[in-house]
């Protein structure tokens, strides 16, 4: 019979990797609690239309990537591709714009993209994100990325690079955009099919082509920063002012688009010199229209997501170490009842514990404490029995000792 394998672009993530991942996840709510952030969970899959109306029809996410489904009612359906527009959503329909503040929300979860899977680059891969509603000051913008490059620099990511941009909003972009199609038609030739064909819908996407040809003739074209009206220049300067404050280090990268449409006014990505070629560790945005557009107030939002898999690559040193066993180990099957209820107790005190019930002889059970990297294994033998009392030996120093059960607590805040 035929092996079944995961799916192409996914992967199945057991120990010890997990424990860098549950790592990550108690760093991530430790730090954005500071920071009064809430979590948030949305569904995995969504109606399409919140994407292709969210993020935009014309991007190559919304026309290539999605995993979308008719259900068995005939709905389609999408497993969601990127989380701001379902966080959207669900602040609109829970009324949560009204019942909660501040409206900072951060998630954690799987995202899907019909995306080549390479290293760093998965079908199935998985986010943490934050986004902050309601507040248009371009200080926001500022904490939101500082503290992007300062969790990822206090996980011991180094070599970062934060690029930075403004994209303009709907005052300014559209006049722009009439410039930049005109700039485009004129190098048509030079352009791959599809930049020729982004040319009418969004000629902003032409930026973010690697074709040499596109790449070359793009760099020529006029940008959005020299097209800002007064308010979008006064909030970029506003946001590179603040960021100086914090010491945040940046570099303007006028070409920077991103890869979905909602964006207005700032734009950022965080790239890394420690990743190969997919190397944007995070990457975010002001998206003051979207809320407004899927039907909500007229309120602005800001936020980023980062990829986890692509933070857990630079981590390679990271020792995120697995819990710490005691393994209870009988000298008779006729012991295993005081193994289980001292192994109850342990438990109840905190501790990881490790039985094995297969009654094997001692030695076995050694055996299998070394296998399962116990760090001490208790033995209840016909002596302990007796005597009340347990021997402890410390699997890494193989030093044993004896001593009565009334004293394991103490012995165990002194020595586990
Ligand atoms: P994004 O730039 O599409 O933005 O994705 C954010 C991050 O997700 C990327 O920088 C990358 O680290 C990771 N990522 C994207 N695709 C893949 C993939 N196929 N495999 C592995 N990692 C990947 C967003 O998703 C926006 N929702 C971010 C945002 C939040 N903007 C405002 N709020």
């Known amino acids: ?93 829970n009324k949560l714009f009204e019942a909660m503040a501040p409206l900072r929300f951060y ?9 080549k899977p390479q290293k760093g680059r998965y079908r199935q891969f998985h986010q943490f994100g934050v986004e902050v509603f309601a507040d248009d000051s371009p200080q926001v913008d500022a904490e939101v990325i500082f503290s992007a490059v300062d969790f990822l620099k206090k996980l011991g990511i180094d070599q970062i690079q934060l690029d930075l941009n403004s994209v303009g909003c709907p005052q300014c972009r559209p006049a722009y955009l009439q410039t930049l199609r005109q700039a485009a038609r004129a190098e048509e030739a030079r352009l791959c099919p599809d930049c020729r064909r982004k040319i009418d ?25 020299d097209h800002l009206c007064a308010e979008c220049r006064d909030h970029f300067a506003a946001v590179r002012e603040t960021l100086s404050w914090m010491n945040v280090p940046f570099r303007l990268e006028p070409r920077l688009v991103r890869g979905l449409d909602y964006y207005t006014k700032t734009a950022f990505e965080v790239t890394s010199g420690q990743l190969g070629a997919q190397n944007a560790l995070l990457g975010g945005g002001r998206y003051n229209s979207l809320i407004h557009e899927l039907g909500g107030p007229d309120m602005a939002g800001i936020g980023f997501a980062a990829g986890r898999e692509r933070i857990i690559l630079p981590l390679e040193h990271l020792e995120a170490p697995g819990p710490k066993v005691l393994f209870v180990a009988y000298g008779d099957t006729q012991w295993l009842a005081h193994a289980v209820q001292l192994a109850e107790v342990l438990r109840e005190e905190g501790y990881p514990v490790y039985i094995d019930y297969q009654g094997r002889n001692l030695k076995k059970q050694f055996k299998k404490a070394d ?33 009565s059960l009334k004293d394991l607590n103490e012995w165990l805040k002194k020595n586990y």
């Open 1 to 93: 019979m035929n092996e079944i394998k995961a799916p192409k672009g996914t992967r199945d993530i057991f120990a010890p990797e997990i424990y860098k991942w549950q790592y990550l996840e108690g760093a991530i709510r430790a730090y954005y609690g500071k920071f009064l952030y809430q979590e948030i969970r949305t569904p995995i899959f969504e109606h399409s239309e919140l994407f292709s109306r969210g993020i935009g029809d014309e991007t190559e996410v919304v026309q290539k990537e999605m995993y979308t489904f008719k259900d068995k009612a005939d709905r389609s359906l999408t497993l969601r591709p990127e989380n701001t527009a379902a966080v959207v959503r669900a602040a609109i329909e």
């Open 107 to 115: 998630y954690i979860g799987p995202m899907f993209r019909y995306d």
């Open 201 to 225: 819908g969004n000629p902003l996407r032409i930026f973010d082509c690697k074709q040499p040809g596109c790449a070359e003739a793009s760099r020529s074209f006029p940008l959005i920063g």
């Open 371 to 403: 296998r399962i990297a116990a760090a001490f294994t208790l033995v209840l033998g016909d002596d302990e029995i007796k005597s009340g009392s347990v021997s402890i030996k410390n699997m890494a120093s193989q030093e044993q000792v004896k001593i």
